[in-house]
Every structure is written in C-alpha cells, then in structure tokens.
C-alpha cells in the first residue's frame, strides 16, 4: 500500500523560507518511472501543480515558481522535500505530495498525501 | 504550458440524473506512440485530499463507482456521472499529464439541485 505524508511548519513569516518534507513509504524512489510530485491548493481556490521529482533525479518546475523553489530526494529515508523561498501571503494553501509511476499503467498521480495547511502571515 | 479550462463551474443536478462536467485543453493529450490521452479526473471533497476517478481519459480507477465514465480525445474530454449520487457532491478537477506542467483545470463544483 503506497502512502505519503507531508510534513513541515504550519506558520511562515513573510520572506522567510518554506521547507516541506513528503515521507513516503509502499514504493521506492530508485524504481524506474516512479516520481513524487508537489501541489498546492490556496483556501477555496483550484490546484495547483509546483513541482515533479523523478527516480532517475530529473526535476521539473512550475514556470511561474521556478527561480523559487527546489525540490531533493533522500532515497535512503523515504523522502522528498521542497522549499520555496522567499515566502508570501498569496503562498498561504495546502501543500499536497502524491506519488507517479510513469510505467503502472495510470502514469497520473495517485496517491496523494493528506496534504498540510501552510499559512503566511507576519 | 497547456492550459486546462474546465466547464462549467459549478453545476447542480437532481439525485439519479446525470451529470456531465467538461474539459477542454490547449493542446492535444492524445501521445501517438501508443494512441493514449494523458488526461485524468479527480474528486475532491471538502477537507479530503484529491481521488484519482479517471486516467487516460476514459480508464476508470480501481474502486470507482462505474457511474463515473470519462470520454473523449486530443483536445476535448468529458467526466459524465450516470446517476447522480448524494456523495458525488464533490469538486471535480482534470489534470493533463502530457507534459510539465502537469496543470489542472480551475474546478467544476457540483452539488444536488
């Protein structure tokens, strides 16, 4: 059974950094066409897609977001973590992780973490 | 970057019709190596994280009602709902997997009429 839990501050200030941590287990980051992905999703608005983090260490950014963010595995603890600096108030969303794999036949995100409430406020 | 526009809104159908949810992308999702859509369609309730219902456009999830049926290809898909169901209500949401971005269409709220 695939599971994954994201991890990390519930309050930023504004400028500060934002470091989230996915902690996964049921499949590992070493197996070809498995990736771990991030999005988020602002109070009452759409989702929206961050980033994507491939088994081979491939990595792929939202445009809008790219010079902001950086996203690193740690094979050997189950982990994919992301930050986003220089953090702003219109940052304010549930961060999502949800696992990948190209070759399972589905190649779309399933599952997904429960997500955690990331607020930006002085 | 592909543009995903979902249509419409919000919706609100009676318990036991159908409900019909569009999606519309900018560019073609059908992969021509192995004649697939990367398209996929997501439930979302309230306080839940996203559900995978649909992948590949039409290929429904293990587990989902067959209620829930997805159709269409390139460019043009279609999340229909045979009959309706009060724990249906739900945002529904489309991906395209095609290519990073892996955006998502902006959401289409359904509740019961």
């Known amino acids: 059974q695939i599971t994954l839990k994201e991890s990390g501050p519930t309050l930023v200030k504004p400028t500060q950094t934002l470091t989230l941590t996915c902690i996964f287990s049921g499949f590992s980051l070493n197996t070809s066409g498995v990736s771990v992905g991030w999005i988020r999703q602002p109070p009452g608005k759409a989702l929206e897609w961050l980033a994507l983090l491939y088994w081979d260490d491939d990595k792929r950014y939202s445009p809008s977001l790219e010079n902001r963010l950086t996203i690193t595995k740690d094979t050997s603890k189950n982990q994919v973590v992301l930050t986003m600096t220089n953090m702003n108030p219109v940052d304010t969303a549930t961060y999502y992780c949800a696992h990948r794999n190209y070759f399972d036949g589905r190649g779309c995100y399933n599952p997904w973490g429960q997500g955690t409430l990331v607020t930006v406020s002085s | ?113």
């Open chain 2, 1 to 113: 970057d592909i543009v995903m526009t979902q249509s419409p809104d919000s919706l609100a159908v009676s318990l036991g019709e159908r409900a019909t949810i569009n999606c519309k992308s900018s560019q073609s999702l059908l992969y021509s190596s192995n004649n697939k859509n990367y398209l996929a369609w997501y439930q979302q309730k309230p306080g839940q994280p996203p559900k995978l219902l649909i992948y590949r456009a039409s290929t429904r999830e293990f587990g989902v009602p067959d209620r829930f049926s997805g159709s269409g290809s390139g460019t043009d898909f279609t999340l229909t709902i045979s009959s309706l169901q009060a724990e249906d209500v739900a945002v529904y949401y489309c991906q395209q997997y095609y290519s990073t971005p892996h955006s998502f269409g902006q959401g289409t709220m359904l509740e019961i009429k």
